[in-house]
């Protein structure tokens, strides 16, 4: 079951760069979420989409833009990338409608901004 | 504000029992979550409380009190395996999860 799909795993990125990170599922889940992780500290929310076509921000979305155009993917774009980047990025999803349904993560990407 | 709080770091020995706590002060309230997460790894789902009460899950149990806006985990017989953070998370009145910063469980044989 491939789940909760998010490449690439590693990257450095120098000052000003852009780069994509891509996000698929393959479960049919209309919610679909960016995180991003500091060290030691909690998961803080970029953006969210509930469904093809609709996006929202999230706590901290400044720098990054998002897309939904199928359900199965929502990549998060970098523009302009910054040293306060540098974390380890979380794709996630969750179907609709069950509050207490379990939210499935991406296995992470690691991203280095120099 | 909306606020998670977990202790940064806990130590329990290996076969005991360790129980990690979780206070929230949030806008509204739909639900609260455990997730373990293994260093260099994604979160993984332990639990899910709406309702006060215990529930239990093999080793792992989660209390959640609404009144108290407090939770815990309790894990048994603890396995080095279970050395990980551990995340509590509640879902608000707009179902958006708010996160804590995780609680470093460090097992010892």
């Known amino acids: 079951n491939a789940g909760v799909t998010q490449t690439p795993k590693f990257r450095i990125l120098k000052i000003g760069q852009s780069m994509t990170l891509q996000c698929t599922q393959d479960?049919?889940?209309?919610?679909m979420y960016w995180y991003r992780q500091d060290p030691g500290m909690g998961l803080k929310l970029i953006y969210y989409?509930?469904?093809?076509?609709?996006?929202d921000k999230g706590e901290v979305p400044n720098g990054y833009n998002v897309s939904r155009s199928t359900t199965e993917d929502f990549p998060l774009r970098l523009e302009l990338a910054a040293p306060s980047q540098t974390s380890v990025y979380f794709c996630?999803?969750?179907?609709?409608?069950?509050?207490?349904?379990?939210?499935?993560f991406g296995e992470g990407s690691w991203l280095t901004v120099v | 504000g909306q606020n998670i709080d977990q202790p940064t770091e806990m130590t329990a020995t290996e076969g005991a029992i360790v129980q990690i706590n979780c206070t929230y002060q949030?806008?509204?309230?739909?639900?609260l979550f455990w997730y373990q997460q293994h260093a260099g790894e994604a979160p993984t789902f332990l639990s899910y409380?709406?309702l006060d009460g215990l529930e239990e899950k093999g080793r792992f149990s989660s209390f959640l009190s609404r009144s108290k806006g407090y939770s815990y985990l309790l894990l048994k017989e603890l396995q080095m395996k279970d050395s990980a953070s551990y995340l509590c998370?509640?879902?608000?009145?707009?179902?958006?999860?708010?996160w804590g910063a995780g609680t470093k469980l460090i097992i010892k044989p």
């Open positions: 996630a999803s969750q179907i609709l409608g069950d509050s207490g349904n379990t939210i499935y």
């Open positions: 479960m049919n889940h209309n919610y």
């Open positions: 989409s509930v469904g093809a076509g609709i996006t």
């Open positions: 949030t806008s509204g309230f739909n639900g």
């Open positions: 409380n709406v």
């Open positions: 998370a509640v879902k608000d009145s707009n179902y958006q999860l708010i």
